[in-house]
């Protein structure tokens, strides 16, 4: 990250000292067989061929170790044929992903970026490349069949399913309810829904009414810490701002998140409704008895605050 060498000239420099090692070590190979077989026996050497070549010239290739070399070093080069193209070979993703951070650094040069932002920009693009990865991962999910969908999806998230007191409810309500493959196909659609968030370290960020979940870095939130499976804004479906846990984060290190906003969760219940109406009142009235709660601890810190009466 501190080094602006274009990863098209790294590649090319790679090749070329992997392809003179292994040229290397082949030629010593190609002149040990000489070894391997006693002139007493009568069995041709491959280095007879050179006899009549050096007739007139001095010294002579089979009483030379820099003229051996060389001619192995030729031989084994030669054929090297089939050795794979090292750049070439990458895989797609690794071309891209090289593609854009070649292009950052031409970026950085031709504005004239400061070497500290440079540093803090190729850190971030080196660590964002299992994001765009997931995200590939996240439309080849979207391609698969509603059923296998639903497998997939339940197998990934339902770690933090669970974390998140309505969807661990309607999970529960799903095992044990009659509609309970609406009530999971429910899930299954929010969790389809989740937008990934990426976040540099020291970025400040929080928005009211989302829930948020940590898959990478660290994250603080009012002097809460929270690490990579992490989840918080679980209350993002109440409706008064007042009565929400504090929102606001720092991402600690460069931070993955996955968030869900409360008008898509809405829109998603109200489409499911139509299927299952037992849903909407259901989560009607999760969301009425968590304000609840919320008020009173609202009221009761209020009334903690103010100064007793003498």
Same mark, same amino acid.
């Given at each position: 990250a501190r080094t602006s060498i274009r990863y098209g000239k790294l590649a090319?420099?790679?090749?070329?000292?992997?392809?003179?090692?292994?040229?290397?070590?082949?030629?010593?190979?190609?002149?040990?067989?000489?070894?391997?077989?006693d002139e007493r026996d009568g069995v041709p050497w491959w280095i007879?061929?050179?006899?009549?070549?050096?007739?007139?010239?001095?010294?002579?290739?089979?009483?030379?170790?820099?003229?051996?070399?060389?001619?192995?070093?030729?031989?084994?080069?030669?054929?090297?044929?089939?050795?794979?193209?090292?750049?070439?070979?990458?895989g797609h993703e690794e071309q891209v992903f090289r593609s854009k951070m070649d292009e950052l650094n031409h970026m950085m040069e031709d504005r004239n970026v400061d070497p500290e932002l440079r540093r803090r920009l190729r850190i971030f693009c080196l660590s964002n490349k299992a994001a765009q990865r =997931?995200?590939?991962? +996240? %439309?080849?999910?979207?391609?698969?069949?509603?059923g296998l969908q639903g497998e997939v999806v339940m197998k990934f998230n339902r770690k933090w399913i669970e974390k998140v007191s309505l969807l661990a409810k309607v999970l529960l309500w799903s095992e044990s309810s009659e509609n309970g493959d609406k009530f999971r196909a429910f899930v299954?659609?929010?969790s389809?829904?989740?937008?990934?968030?990426?976040?540099?370290?020291?970025?400040?960020?929080?928005?009211?009414?989302?829930?948020y979940i940590c898959m990478l870095g660290l994250v603080s939130t009012q002097g809460r810490v929270h690490r990579t499976g992490s989840v918080w804004g679980a209350d993002f479906m109440v409706v008064d701002s007042e009565l929400l846990e504090p929102f606001a984060?720092?991402?600690?290190?460069?931070?993955?998140?996955?968030?869900?906003?409360?008008?898509?969760?809405?829109?998603?219940?109200?489409?499911?409704?139509?299927?299952?109406?037992?849903? =909407?009142?259901?989560? +009607? %009235?999760?969301?009425?008895w968590l304000a609840f709660q919320r008020a009173l601890i609202v009221e009761a810190k209020s009334?903690?605050?103010?100064?007793?009466?003498s």
């Amino acid at each position: 990250a501190r080094t602006s060498i274009r990863y098209g000239k790294l590649a090319i420099v790679k090749f070329l000292v992997i392809l003179f090692l292994i040229t290397h070590w082949m030629a010593n190979l190609w002149a040990f067989s000489l070894l391997l077989v006693d002139e007493r026996d009568g069995v041709p050497w491959w280095i007879d061929a050179f006899d009549e070549r050096d007739a007139n010239l001095e010294p002579k290739t089979k009483g030379t170790w820099w003229k051996k070399y060389i001619n192995c070093l030729y031989f084994a080069s030669y054929t090297m044929t089939t050795v794979s193209d090292i750049v070439a070979t990458l895989g797609h993703e690794e071309q891209v992903f090289r593609s854009k951070m070649d292009e950052l650094n031409h970026m950085m040069e031709d504005r004239n970026v400061d070497p500290e932002l440079r540093r803090r920009l190729r850190i971030f693009c080196l660590s964002n490349k299992a994001a765009q990865r =997931r995200g590939r991962q +996240r %439309q080849l999910i979207a391609e698969l069949s509603p059923g296998l969908q639903g497998e997939v999806v339940m197998k990934f998230n339902r770690k933090w399913i669970e974390k998140v007191s309505l969807l661990a409810k309607v999970l529960l309500w799903s095992e044990s309810s009659e509609n309970g493959d609406k009530f999971r196909a429910f899930v299954v659609d929010v969790s389809l829904k989740l937008q990934p968030s990426v976040h540099a370290q020291s970025e400040v960020f929080g928005t009211p009414h989302v829930l948020y979940i940590c898959m990478l870095g660290l994250v603080s939130t009012q002097g809460r810490v929270h690490r990579t499976g992490s989840v918080w804004g679980a209350d993002f479906m109440v409706v008064d701002s007042e009565l929400l846990e504090p929102f606001a984060s720092c991402a600690l290190t460069y931070t993955e998140l996955t968030t869900l906003d409360k008008s898509t969760f809405m829109e998603l219940s109200k489409t499911h409704t139509e299927n299952c109406p037992e849903l =909407r009142q259901k989560v +009607r %009235q999760f969301c009425c008895w968590l304000a609840f709660q919320r008020a009173l601890i609202v009221e009761a810190k209020s009334r903690l605050a103010r100064p007793a009466r003498s």
